[in-house]
T-cell receptor
Framework: GESVGLHLPTLSVQEGDNSIINCAYS??????FIWYKQESGKGPQFIID?????DKRQGQRVTVLLNKTVKHLSLQIAATQPGDSAVYFC?????????????FGKGITLSVRP | NAGVTQTPKFQVLKTGQSMTLQCAQD?????MSWYRQDPGMGLRLIHY???????DQGEVPNGYNVSRSTTEDFPLRLLSAAPSQTSVYFC?????????????FGQGTRLTVV
């Protein structure tokens, strides 16, 4: 079946380094992608989104890249900080769906070493 | 601005008991949804609503009922709790009918069924 998944369950980076979190999706009809951050004991928090008519979008210290050819999504975090330690989820939705029908990947834990 | 409020934060039920998880949002959002989150897995959609009086099933609806009598509230009912329903439950809401707006999540309800 179609799914959104992450390649690695955990990622450990040194404080100050850049982090790259990858996500693969299989639904070629997906046209909207979102990255969420979830800290321990809290609900997911929106980080950044991208629509399928774009291949790159930048926020504050974060960049999302979309490669529709290989159905790959990545989140880049510049100058990773201890506060970035969390679980990160990619999510997607298709044109026939809505924001209320997000499909989430399994999540990857980012651990920042001091 | 409270955002999305879920109650209770923690709950322990005995098998066969019923209960209602409450969710309220004060942002006048049309879309609301319920997800469950299990260890090592992403969030899975249980039920969702595109507006007051309208609900629909998500990926894992069995054992749960919902209603949307007002824009603000979207309660999730467990009819006869089972250990397989032990999970963390998240309610989310979003404003637009377009699939490109941020979903706001509550803090979650941690449910244990013994």
């Amino acid at each position: 079946g179609e799914s959104v998944g992450l390649h690695l369950p955990t990622l450990s980076v040194q404080e100050g380094d850049n982090s790259i979190i990858n996500c693969a999706y299989s639904n070629s009809a997906s046209d909207y992608f979102i990255w969420y951050k979830q800290e321990s004991g809290k609900g997911p928090q929106f980080i950044i989104d991208i629509r399928s008519n774009m291949d790159k979008r930048q926020g504050q210290r974060v960049t999302v890249l979309l490669n529709k050819t290989v159905k790959h999504l990545s989140l880049q975090i510049a100058a990773t900080q201890p506060g970035d330690s969390a679980v990160y989820f990619c999510a997607e939705t298709s044109p026939t769906g809505a924001n209320s029908k997000l499909t989430f990947g399994k999540g990857i834990t980012l651990s920042v070493r001091p | 601005n409270a955002g999305v409020t879920q109650t209770p934060k923690f709950q322990v039920l005995k098998t066969g008991q019923s209960m209602t998880l409450q969710c309220a949002q004060d942002m006048n959002h049309e879309y609301m949804s319920w997800y469950r989150q299990d260890p090592g897995m992403g969030l899975r959609l249980i039920h969702y609503s595109v507006g007051a009086g309208i609900t629909d099933q998500g990926e894992v609806p069995n054992g749960y009922n919902v209603s949307r009598s007002t824009t603000e509230d979207f309660p999730l009912r467990l009819l006869s709790a089972a250990p397989s329903q032990t999970s963390v439950y998240f309610c989310a809401s979003s404003y637009s009918t377009q699939a490109n707006t941020e979903a706001f999540f509550g803090q979650g309800t941690r449910l244990t069924v013994v």
